[in-house]
């Protein structure tokens, strides 16, 4: 009989950890992007939704957002330069990596 951990297969998906924070919780704060995933909003059909993994202050948390601003800019960072500092701010009604 096959042993299921004999097939060597991994994980695909990507599991965040740590509290689910509101975006205005770090507003303005230097924050150490680890990783993202843009998904398609179940919530808002026809739309996507960004899911940063963050640390602050020592801490791991997750953050979501629909910045369509914040999803083109980190979609133009290649992963081999994760993770970085950054700082988003709010411009208007704009969110911005800084």
Do not use: A, W
């Amino acid at each position: 009989m096959n042993s299921f951990k004999d097939f060597k297969i991994k994980p695909t998906s990507l599991s965040f950890i740590g509290e689910k924070v509101r975006m205005t919780k770090i507003l303005n704060s230097e924050i150490i992007i680890h990783d993202f995933i843009i998904k398609d909003s179940e919530k808002k059909p026809g739309t996507k939704y960004l899911t940063l993994q963050i640390c602050r202050k020592g801490e791991k948390e997750i953050v979501f957002t629909g910045s369509k601003t914040l999803m083109d800019m980190i979609e133009q960072v290649s992963k081999e330069k994760f993770p970085f500092t950054t700082t988003i701010i709010q411009e208007d009604q704009m969110f911005q990596f800084t």
